[in-house]
């Protein structure tokens, strides 16, 4: 078996550093392209992944992280978990990821305690499993023939098998692995990595059989490529000696969100976590080489934490950012910089007279210096060359303030019915409309200063004109402006707040196309004045009917943005509920009945290991209520979650003691119902799957509200769909809220309501 590469790194990001991979998606599913263009531009892509890896000297390169939707799909297209009503599909790959006309897709929720989201593998007790390794054995190809030996990246079997709720089906899954193994053995492939996220997280004696069984089976597999089980997010913990008792050779660690193993891995090499895939700050070299000294194994290979999947793919695109910000930052590129320099320092030893425990010569205070070329130099100054985050500073007077408590939810709702008078089921939107290319030039064009902003702001009001009319037209209850001023649900907030920095080309992968900017938090935040108060304003003028006020919750914001690391997450938030707690106040106290407060990463941020779960919601839950105490009963404050398995945590979301929470149901087939029956307060889920261009009937509509009230009393039942349309054409969007009206006056209508 080879010798594993001395540097390496467990993915790297797919959409093009200019999103090359969503417009080209894009194009295909507008009947603009082909299958051989969109396989062109994925083959381009994976080319200049792998040729700028090789000149940053990198050792380990990676094939297979590349998806044209999402790794996990993948996962179960090379296993075949593909459900019969897709097969027939004119592309079942896409059908499953979202939908057809006919036809819905699979669930989509998010990947463990991240932004990336994940299609649910659906896995029956009749499905067969066969192995289709063309896209893995075509990479490893593809790579060869320009010149590089890659290293397969799979999903591994225990973790796909508890992401799809049916571990019962190791036995049957296995065997395609073990024909895989041979397969890449007989393609001359040295290393294979098997990514088990989920066993970071609290395992049961029974899960943790699953990975001796799966891993004693692969590891006796004849003739294979040495396997390299990688884990992130976390420390491996009970799994670890598990994992350790089987012939795997390489084991992956996560040495930023997780200690150095205690366990003894001589006999094993450990591919050390040393620099984060998850932020965006420069890596403390003194401490990843301290780290890498501590790890005692029979080869330690400098790594990611995780992928790079979740940063930016470079610095170099940031010429606006501020010199002494952009400093201690590093995106992608500069991350495997970091790692191929610190693997460099790794090798040499620790120099004469280092203390024990340290890697490589230089005090642990040493700062990463940057030069002009893509290399980096450890430089080990006793100050650090950049300055460091700037100390927390008094809090601004009104953000000490008590923050109070609203009155208890009976009383609130009593006025609240009093003085909006809303129908039985009031029907309503998520927030956002399309956001139309004009509308995105127009921004462009005032960066670039050739549209004035008198101009724009009267192009944002002509479109929330047409969004009223529309809502009026169509016959909802509660009208949103639409939102056409905002280019992110946080990013837009952030480029209103102070503490934050944002990117020019700073785009992270969602799911399938969907790209987000994460702001950089790296100060104290602070609101200097008003953000939306002028466009709700405008947008309530327009009409008699209520309009919502649209705002983004203080989890959401920070867990959605690249984080300062010198302060409590906890302290980092609170200071943004007191933001956006000013904002709450002025938006109440410009004529807003309804204030949205969105919460849609409250699950995403919760801890995978149970034992420290209720702190994180305690104070997460208490920070929603700090960001709208501020409201008096007749305002209805309302508030969203999406896309994040909400089940799991009803108690933490019913404890934001929002009036109206609106929550994804419709693309995960309605199981939060299942869970809904103890909810005090007004509930919408969702009867319409926004990531899916398919419009439901009006049938299908009025079904999934009959399902709600089976579970809930009318009274409380809203009629929403599952998130915000920005991602919809006006045609799509149109259609389909026109058929959840109509359901929803048919369904009036039957209940004598």
């Not at 006796?220 to 913990?237: I, K, T």
């Not at 909006?420 to 064009?445: D, K």
């Not at 050739?450 to 209850?477: F, H, K, N, P, W």
């Not at 209520?625 to 108690?651: E, K, M, P, V």
Request: glycine share 8%; proline share 7%; charged share 25%.
């Amino acid at each position: 078996m080879s010798t594993f590469p001395p540097s390496t790194v467990l993915g790297y990001p797919r959409i093009g550093p200019r999103r090359e991979l969503k417009r080209a998606l894009e194009s295909y599913w507008s009947g603009h392209s082909t299958l051989a263009d969109l396989d062109r531009a994925g083959a381009e892509l994976r080319e200049r992944t792998w040729r700028r890896l090789a000149e940053l000297g990198l050792h380990g390169l990676p094939s297979n992280t590349f998806s044209l939707y999402d790794q996990v799909l993948d996962t179960a297209v090379l296993l075949g978990a593909v459900p019969d009503r897709y097969r027939d599909a004119a592309d079942p790959y896409f059908a499953m990821a979202r939908g057809t006309e006919g036809l819905a897709p699979l669930r989509m929720t998010k990947w463990f305690d991240t932004n990336y989201h994940y299609i649910v593998p659906e896995i029956e007790p009749g499905t067969v499993f066969k192995l289709d390794a063309s896209k893995v054995l075509g990479e490893v190809r593809e790579a060869r023939a320009l010149g590089f030996e890659t290293r397969p990246v799979i999903v591994g079997p225990v973790t796909f098998l508890l992401l799809g709720s049916a571990l019962e089906r190791l036995e049957d899954v296995l065997g395609c692995y073990e024909e895989l193994l041979a397969a890449l053995a007989a393609e001359g492939v040295a290393w294979v990595q098997l990514d088990e996220p989920a066993l970071v997280g609290d395992r049961t004696p029974e899960e943790l059989a699953a990975v001796r069984t799966a891993y004693e089976r692969l590891g006796a597999v004849p003739s294979r490529p040495g396997l390299f089980v990688a884990s992130y997010f976390g420390e491996l913990g009970e799994s670890l000696p598990v994992l350790a008792g089987t012939p795997v050779e390489a084991i992956g660690v996560d040495l930023v969100r997780g200690g150095v193993p205690a366990a003894d891995l001589t006999g094993k090499i450990v591919v050390a976590g040393v620099v984060s895939g998850r932020d965006v700050w420069r890596t403390s070299p003194g401490r990843a080489l301290s780290l890498l000294g501590a790890v005692r194994a029979a080869q330690v290979v400098v790594s990611t934490s995780c992928s790079l999947l979740h940063v930016p793919y470079t610095l170099a695109d940031e010429p606006d950012l501020e010199a002494g910000l952009r400093g201690r930052l590093a995106f992608a590129e500069e991350k495997v910089a970091e790692v191929v320099a610190l693997a460099e320092v790794h090798a040499r030893g620790p120099a004469p007279g280092t203390p024990a425990g340290t890697s490589a010569g230089g005090p642990a205070s040493g700062a990463l210096l940057w030069d002009d070329e893509p290399s980096v130099e450890l430089s080990w100054d006793e100050e650090p060359s950049v300055a460091l985050l700037p100390e927390p500073g008094p809090a601004p007077a009104e953000a000490v303030e008590p923050a109070g408590e609203r009155s208890p939810y009976r009383v609130r709702a009593a006025a609240q019915a009093e003085h909006l008078r809303l129908p039985p089921l009031p029907t309503t939107t998520i927030g956002s409309f399309p956001q139309t290319g004009e509308l995105r030039a127009a921004r462009a064009a005032v960066a670039a200063g050739t549209l004035s902003q008198a101009d724009y702001e009267r192009r944002v009001e002509a479109e929330i004109e047409r969004v009223i009319r529309l809502q009026e037209r169509l016959g909802l209850d509660v009208l949103v402006h639409g939102e056409p001023e905002r280019n992110d649900m946080v990013q837009y907030f952030a480029e209103h707040l102070d503490g934050f920095a944002v990117t020019r080309n700073g785009w992270v992968q969602s799911y399938g196309s969907r790209c987000t900017r994460p702001p950089i938090l790296h100060g104290d935040v602070s609101r200097p004045e008003p953000i939306t108060v002028r466009w709700a304003r405008y947008a309530q003028s327009l009409t008699s009917q209520p309009v919502k006020g649209m705002l983004t919750g203080p989890v959401t914001i920070v867990a959605w943005s690249f984080v300062r690391d010198d302060l409590p997450l906890r302290d980092v938030v609170f200071q943004v509920a007191d933001a956006i707690r000013q904002e709450v106040r002025d938006l109440e106290a410009a004529g807003v009945s309804i204030i949205q407060v969105d919460e849609p990463a409250l699950r995403e941020l919760l801890p995978l290991r149970h034992a420290d779960q209720a702190a994180y919601l305690e104070w997460a839950v208490a920070a929603y209520r700090r960001a709208t105490s501020g409201a008096g009963d007749r305002t209805q404050i309302h508030t969203h979650l999406c896309y994040s398995d909400a089940d799991q945590i009803l108690a933490a979301i019913d404890g934001l003691d929002a009036d109206v929470t609106t929550i994804e149901s419709a693309r995960s087939g309605a199981r939060i119902l299942g869970a809904v029956s103890t909810f005090g307060r007004g509930l919408g889920p969702g009867v319409y799957d926004i990531h899916s261009p398919r419009v439901p009937s009006a049938e299908e509509v009025e079904s999934l509200l009959r399902r709600t009230l089976e579970a809930l009393p009318v009274e409380r039942v809203w009629v929403n769909p599952d998130c915000g349309l920005k991602t919809r054409t006006y045609e799509e969007v149109e259609a389909s809220l026109a058929n959840v009206v109509t359901a929803t006056r048919h369904l009036r209508t039957a209940l004598g309501a």
